[in-house]
């Protein structure tokens, strides 16, 4: 008899459709929707060409909006610039990223750069939450204009 996997909602592993619990991180969540939940979720920050604190007001308001939602994935474009060394909602919303101004959601921010098929740390995203896989798209593939963030399951 073949063994049924389908995703888990909480780390994106396969799991036995059967099993009471992920055997990767113990949920014991139902993953109904698991697919669903871990295809990104887009915030452009720069569309309309906003003033910086517009953008980031933008940011937390998309934010509050998937709030309870169970989304998982979330890319944000920021944009690189128009003048190509880093616009100011780039750098003022990494700065936020690495703050931890909004972490009580976030749990893991990937910056464009490093969304590399060659990169350690992208490796490491996709052993570790695989499901992402299939959410990271050529575009965002060495985009220094957008960042990847992993939203806690509870959020």
């Given at each position: 008899?073949?063994?049924?996997?389908?995703?888990?909602?909480?780390?994106?592993?396969?799991?036995?459709?059967?099993?009471?619990?992920?055997?990767?991180?113990?949920?014991?969540?139902?993953?109904?929707?698991?697919?669903?939940?871990?295809?990104?979720?887009?915030?452009?920050?720069?569309?309309?060409?906003?003033?910086?604190?517009?953008?980031?007001?933008?940011?937390?308001?998309q934010l509050e909006k998937i709030r309870g939602?169970?989304?998982?994935?979330?890319?944000?474009?920021?944009?690189?610039?128009?003048?190509?060394?880093?616009?100011?909602?780039?750098?003022?919303?990494?700065?936020?990223?690495?703050?931890?101004?909004?972490?009580?959601?976030?749990?893991?921010?990937?910056?464009?750069?490093?969304?590399?098929?060659?990169?350690?740390?992208?490796?490491?995203?996709?052993?570790?939450?695989?499901?992402?896989?299939?959410?990271?798209?050529?575009?965002?593939?060495?985009?220094?204009?957008?960042?990847?963030?992993?939203?806690?399951?509870?959020?």
């Amino acid at each position: 008899m073949k063994n049924t996997l389908a995703l888990c909602c909480d780390c994106g592993n396969q799991r036995s459709l059967i099993a009471s619990m992920c055997p990767f991180c113990g949920s014991k969540e139902t993953y109904v929707e698991a697919d669903a939940r871990w295809r990104c979720h887009v915030i452009n920050l720069e569309m309309n060409m906003p003033l910086v604190d517009q953008a980031l007001e933008r940011f937390h308001v998309q934010l509050e909006k998937i709030r309870g939602k169970g989304l998982r994935a979330v890319k944000v474009i920021h944009g690189h610039g128009s003048s190509g060394s880093g616009g100011n909602i780039r750098r003022e919303f990494r700065r936020a990223m690495e703050d931890g101004l909004w972490g009580e959601g976030i749990m893991e921010v990937y910056f464009g750069e490093i969304l590399n098929p060659n990169s350690p740390q992208y490796q490491s995203l996709l052993q570790t939450y695989p499901a992402i896989k299939n959410s990271i798209t050529k575009d965002m593939q060495g985009n220094p204009g957008i960042t990847l963030l992993l939203i806690d399951k509870n959020f």
